[in-house]
């Protein structure tokens, strides 16, 4: 999980960052999740992940502005995605399903905000979303 969530988005930092750079302009989206913001049981190393990109993807914000790239974080509730068939616990495995069996929301909603973000002119730096399911908590 921390390979993924966490690590995973340093090294694609480290790996556009340079042009980015040189070239004086580009968009950082990073991926926390409403998970970040709050946690439920069984999800406090997940939510541990999440929180260190939003708290990286924070850093990150300001430290680009010399070099005019812009940073979005987008934090998604829960969202019809492949995550409750990956999980191996099976004590853990039951609480995402039940989540994820009520009121997700669509994966083509998350496209949509990412288009959202990158579409807006060049002097606009959306730095964060958060959303969710209309009927739902998290």
Do not use: W
Request: net charge negative; glycine share 6%; proline share 6%.
């Amino acid at each position: 999980m921390t390979d993924v969530n966490a690590k995973g988005m340093l090294y694609g930092i480290a790996a556009v960052l340079p042009h980015m750079e040189r070239q004086m302009s580009g968009h950082i989206i990073n991926v926390p999740s409403v998970a970040g913001f709050k946690v439920i049981p069984t999800s406090s190393v997940y939510s541990a992940n999440k929180t260190a990109v939003r708290v990286i993807s924070g850093g990150l914000c300001q430290e680009v502005k010399p070099y005019n790239i812009r940073t979005t974080m987008i934090s998604p509730g829960a969202t019809d995605t492949e995550r409750p068939g990956s999980v191996t616990d099976r004590d853990i495995t039951e609480n995402v399903r039940a989540l994820f069996a009520v009121n997700t929301g669509p994966a083509d909603t998350f496209a949509r905000t990412v288009a959202f973000a990158i579409e807006q002119s060049e002097d606009v730096d959306v730095n964060e979303i958060l959303f969710r399911p209309t009927n739902h908590e998290l």
